[in-house]
């Protein structure tokens, strides 16, 4: 290979973030992962993903935490390391859509407090979910000298995803002020000779830095990497060891391992990352022994890979029949999918529309006529209101499901009047810090309860009957 | 790829003998594997491993089965497959060396009861402790029209493995008359780079087909497989999903979806391999849940690639050193490992060289000065008992260990008598099959208690006795 240009892998470590979502619904403290951050800031890796995605609500929510806080002390420790976060476009880190300025504040709280990297997505791919969040995100940069907009694809399978609609959507996203891309495959459907495919021909259309995000669900994914870094990605996601493999990502000492010596060397010291896993080891094994790790998260899903939808969407779809007494219709529904999904547009099957397509499908099975019932999900995505399908959706089905309703095709939150006001209104009694009304408007309900927490705490209040009551400030 | 050539990789499965070795305890009882025999024989693999290896000593020691039936059975339901099993070279499946005698009628007797494919390796790569039972397999295979040789070489690092030396003895494997090579990677040594150069640098030299087998161990395997396809290798060796990963190998399912499509498509019916994943899934549902499986044998175990040395390797030497309160040596211990390797003339690091070379290395350390003990074992290995290794054993240690002792040159079964009527001697009251005195020749007190159980289940005498005495049929 002495002919290949030296090209460093860069990675992205992702053991304070996704790794333990994906593991341990996201429950590791703020107080297990400041002791590891010195020796981590020390390793040279691209970025630490560390915030973001469910870790906010789980913070707020299961572990009592201040995210803001973890996200203050991180930034503390990490003196070297680019710190990084996932956001869910114009849903910022919760389950609706929000007004322009509620995106714009987060994301300029997101960076003051720490954040150097937003990677931003949208379940449709629909980029205009995440124009507001790369503007926000350029704009802050402009102020505080730090921040970067990466926008990710949701990667899905589909007559529609070609390899035209990735270039074409690298270069909308070139063109709309990103810092760099990232094919996000939540499902572990990118196998390893696409990716090297897929990779090529978005290289040969940007000339922004790409980096691939996958999970090790369907077992593809160290090759996928592998392949997609001989086809010239620059970046890749990956997680120590102890927390690593199974619906996690591949692990980084073993992609380090991989690399050494070729042109793709990382260059990263296989004796601190060991140190580091050390450190994270007795915890996996305290997870394994309490059940927070369940095992079978650390097997070979195949499945994603022969019904090309994703692991989740199928044992979903297990429940929702097993509840009808229906299993037998497992193929039936397993066949209905990808009509139904032709149906709404052929969207990326990821959270929520992997969800939406699934259940619609089960009800077109079960009720033995198509769309006879439909759910208020199915009846949002054919108004429009997630945004727009890369394919239009059927004239049929909207006739039949929301006959004479208007359909949308601006971008959603073109339609929602600014938020800010109202929230500071709501939640200003428990205000503490600017933040505060950024954690109330994700999670109004979960965000006020941690603030009569923090404020019980401030007090010095007895905990002890609260925690017994609702039990719900498991560590 | 379509400038290169249509080249379907095979398959060798798993599952039915390293597999469940790898990850149960060799526990997968036969009366599991035949309700699925008959649809995996549809598969069209290269071959389904088997028989040999751990499985012949657990059959007769803790599943109370005479391994002798597994293979008639195994045999009569796999109309269409070739069945595979392991071979220690001289030492058979058991711990010593036999005479020749012994060995040319184990194989004899593995071919008529079903064998269609022996793998022998020797853990010196020592080929002359292979060549009496690759002659024997060319031997039977005149007479009974059915058996290959496949010689396996133990991969293993250190200065003296280099490429030159794994193919020259490509070269010798041919023209000691093996049917094929195979890389026998216990340990998970071999990265996916090095897996390229090595597999292409032996398909310059040899036309016999070449197999990969290795463990994910340390993670790379399935990228390990990838590069060595891409190289030139013709088989990889694969477990069914759930008895995949881990200690165990890259999941058969994983490598078939990767290669389609591509020019190294296998084939395989993919609808036809989630049938038999859905077939034994319960079972490693149910071993997990009743701790046979360990989740921990399934993470992955990353010191094997930064020391260099096998994992079990490293685990014995911390039990070692914690018997002896002396933990805070291990890093003097790791440093004294290859100084040991070199006296004893660099032999490979499996089992059971591994063992002798860290136990050394631990005495060597604890004891203050370097071989003032010595082990049985390296006795053994310095007068030349285990065979040949790759580099002279040096002399000032054999000066040390065993002054003034006759060292030997020659085949060490050289000097052993044909041991096969002495045998019939010792057993002949318990035989019922002329293989009966080949699982005594193996184990002589495990298959004599086996004799007895048998007996005694023929002549209907209540077990549950015994079972209670003794513990010892945990099915
Ligand atoms: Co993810
Ligand atoms: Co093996």
Request: net charge negative.
């Given at each position: ?82 710190l ?20 714009d ?76 891309i ?19 021909a ?71 990352l ?7 080891r ?37 429940s929702?029949l ?105 939640m ?29 705490q ?18």
């Amino acid at each position: 290979m002495s002919e290949i240009e030296k090209k460093p892998i860069k990675i992205t470590e992702t053991v304070l973030r996704d790794a333990h979502q994906s593991l341990i619904a996201t429950r590791m403290p703020t107080e297990f992962m400041l002791p590891i951050v010195d020796k981590m800031d020390k390793v040279g890796y691209h970025s630490v993903e560390c915030w973001g995605g469910a870790t906010f609500d789980a913070s707020l929510r299961f572990l009592k935490e201040d995210p803001w806080d973890r996200l203050r002390k991180l930034r503390d420790g990490f003196k070297n390391t680019k710190l990084q976060m996932l956001f869910r476009g114009q849903n910022i880190l919760g389950y609706r859509p929000y007004a322009d300025d509620v995106v714009d504040y987060f994301v300029q709280k997101s960076i003051s407090n720490g954040i150097d990297i937003i990677r931003i997505f949208d379940c449709l791919n629909d980029l205009r979910n995440l124009q507001e969040a790369v503007n926000a995100t350029n704009k802050f940069k402009a102020q505080e000298g730090r921040g970067e907009a990466q926008v990710a694809l949701a990667y899905t399978l589909g007559d529609a995803y070609t390899l035209e609609y990735w270039t074409s959507m690298a270069k909308k996203i070139e063109e709309m002020g990103a810092d760099s891309i990232c094919i996000k495959d939540m499902a572990g459907l990118l196998v390893p000779y696409k990716a090297a495919e897929l990779i090529k021909a978005m290289k040969e259309v940007t000339k922004l830095p790409i980096q691939l995000h996958t999970h090790y669900t369907s077992g593809v994914a160290s090759m996928t990497y592998l392949k997609a870094v001989e086809a010239g990605v620059d970046v890749i996601d990956t997680a120590m060891s102890p927390f690593a493999m199974g619906t996690s990502q591949p692990a980084t000492e073993v992609m380090v391992e991989t690399f050494k010596g070729t042109p793709y060397d990382t260059g990263l010291d296989q004796n601190l990352l060991a140190e580091i896993a050390d450190y994270f080891r007795p915890y996996r094994d305290e997870c394994l022994a309490n059940g927070l790790l369940n095992p079978k998260v650390m097997g070979v899903d195949i499945k994603t890979l022969l019904y090309q939808v994703p692991g989740g969407m199928l044992s979903n779809m297990v429940s929702q029949l097993k509840e009808q007494n229906a299993e037998d219709r497992y193929y039936d529904v397993l066949k209905e999918i990808p009509k139904v999904r032709k149906d709404l547009g052929e969207p990326p099957l990821v959270t929520p529309s992997s969800q939406i397509v699934g259940t619609q499908a089960v009800f077109n099975v079960l009720l033995g006529e198509r769309y006879k019932m439909a759910t208020k999900e199915t009846k949002a995505v054919l108004r429009g209101e997630y945004g727009q399908t890369v394919k239009p959706m059927s004239q049929e089905v909207i006739d039949k499901v929301i006959p004479g309703e208007e359909r949308i095709t601006c971008r959603y939150a073109d339609l929602l009047d600014n938020e800010m006001d109202k929230l500071e209104g709501e939640m200003k009694e428990w205000k503490q810090q600017d933040e505060d009304v950024l954690s109330y408007a994700l999670f109004p309900q979960v965000a006020t309860d941690f603030f009569k927490y923090r404020q019980a705490q401030q007090e010095k209040v007895d905990m002890t009957q609260a925690d017994t009551k609702n039990g719900a400030y498991p560590v």
